[in-house]
């Protein structure tokens, strides 16, 4: 599709991020103490809990930053939405930032991290002992990548991370007290929904002391008043401050993004489109092809999906960047949105018919380029196209089960079910409802399980 060259718009105000990090003193000072136990060999695993948008990139980015400065290596890896149906999606991304070091050892585990992954059924004997070797593989293969040096790896969003990773990170989380090695691991406290793996994770290590928690609370009206100072580049008026605290509820996102719009939105979804909306309708196209994608999306993807010239797809992501919606990713081929609730705003705005066209391209471009069949099943769901988002699904629930991913292969059964044929024979519903009660089983959700069971 041609396209108009994209116009430089004026938007109402740019959005600039704070350049002081304000009222995080004390969570910076014991993430210090943390960083010196671990260069004296008394490694530990640092939570970082808080609702979205409350600062927890922001500090641990901080964190980072103090530990090269003390000469700790830095590996970064983060979950994705959906990754709750990926078995080892943490772990892959850790894997991709390893085999993009400099460092010839660390590339090496990245690629054993990689096959080990996709061979999950390496082992003999049954399922409980596969999948036993499969987390102590993986965690040795983790702890390998320290000796001699110091180690701060950083993992961002475990709310959104499956069961195997967690399994994983737990196992090398006992082992670092003998360990020059700080591993910080971050997620939305208020995204802990029960039966998330995380939340279990969670309870488990830190009751057993294996890992220590900060929580971040939202900023104080003073706290606000000096976030908005410093990004308005003047002292905020007392009615400004008044707006702006009630609005943002202290949540330094909002109070960002608020501080962009002229005059101050009710929310922040408000805040993002009057931004979005003063762009160009071909920017705003692309903004809204990447948000149907994801969080995180990939240039390639991007441009199949939205059937443009690579060239047009590059421009309208640079104004997208220049407006603070969109950043760089991990790769040069790889790009988020600024953060999960920018994404969650733009893709509420696009009409339905238009967001299930999108879904449907993303999927049918998935699925010619191989991408996991969890990935290609979510986005024919969300384009209410039945009989592939069933059969991608059941292929990704029959892989997760093999692989003992119980929590992964449930809400995979779940969208099976959900999208079966209309002319499926009886008995295969009913086999495939078994499968789902024995994962609901395999869980501890008892309820779940007896029902299917009983509905096969
Ligand atoms: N304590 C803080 N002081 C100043 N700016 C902050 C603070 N915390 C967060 N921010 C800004 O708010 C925005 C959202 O923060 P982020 O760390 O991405 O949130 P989270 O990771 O918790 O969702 C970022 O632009 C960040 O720079
Ligand atoms: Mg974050």
Not at 203 to 212: F, I, K, N, T
Not at 380 to 407: N, V
């Amino acid at each position: 599709m041609a396209r108009q060259p994209v116009a430089r718009q004026t938007v109402a105000r740019q959005v600039v991020a704070s350049p002081v990090l304000v009222g995080r003193d004390e969570f910076l000072a014991l993430a210090g103490r943390r960083l010196e136990d671990a260069a004296t060999g008394r490694g530990h695993l640092l939570f970082v809990a808080g609702e979205a948008g409350i600062g927890k990139t922001r500090l641990v980015t901080s964190i980072s930053r103090r530990a090269e400065r003390l000469e700790f290596a830095v590996l970064r890896a983060a979950a994705f939405p959906g990754d709750a149906e990926a078995t080892g999606g943490v772990l892959l991304d850790l894997a991709g930032d390893l085999r993009r070091a400099a460092d010839a050892g660390w590339r090496d585990v990245g690629h054993a991290l990689s096959a080990r992954l996709r061979d999950p059924l390496a082992a003999q004997g049954d399922p409980h002992r596969q999948r036993r070797l499969l987390v102590q593989d993986l965690a040795d293969l983790l702890c390998d990548l320290d000796p001699g040096r110091l180690l701060l790896v950083v993992l961002e969003d475990l709310h959104w991370a499956d069961q195997l990773s967690l399994e994983v990170i737990g196992r090398v989380a006992v082992r670092l007290p003998g360990r020059a090695t700080l591993m910080i691991g971050a997620y939305r406290s208020d995204e802990l929904f029960p039966r998330t793996a995380m939340r279990q994770v969670r309870g488990r290590l830190l009751s057993q002391r294996v890992a220590e928690e900060i929580r971040l609370p939202r900023l104080t009206a003073a706290q606000t008043a000096t976030l908005a100072g410093a990004v308005l580049g003047r002292r905020p008026t007392g009615s400004e401050v008044a707006a702006i605290h009630g609005r943002s509820d202290g949540i330094p996102l909002h109070v960002e993004e608020l501080l962009a719009a002229s005059g101050v939105p009710d929310t922040l979804a408000d805040a993002v489109l009057v931004r979005a909306r003063a762009l160009d309708p071909g920017v705003r196209d692309i903004a809204a092809a990447a948000a149907v994608i994801g969080r995180s999306f990939d240039f390639d993807l991007l441009t199949a999906v939205a059937q443009d010239a690579p060239e047009t797809v590059d421009r309208c992501l640079r104004e997208l960047q220049s407006v603070y919606l969109v950043q760089a990713g991990a790769d040069a081929a790889t790009f988020d949105f600024r953060h999960a609730l920018i994404r969650d705003a733009l893709y509420a705005d696009i009409a339905l018919p238009r967001r299930r066209q999108l879904h449907e391209r993303v999927a049918r471009v998935a699925v010619e380029r191989g991408y996991r069949d969890e990935f290609v099943s979510a986005h024919f769901d969300e384009a209410h196209l039945p009989g592939p988002a069933y059969w991608h699904a059941l292929l990704a629930a029959r892989e997760a089960a093999a692989a003992s991913s119980h929590r992964e292969a449930l809400p995979l059964y779940r969208r099976a079910v959900r999208n079966l044929p209309d002319g499926s024979s009886p008995d295969f519903h009913a086999t495939l409802l078994a499968a789902l009660g024995a994962e609901a089983a395999a869980v501890d959700e008892n309820a779940a399980a007896a029902e299917a069971y009983e509905e096969a």
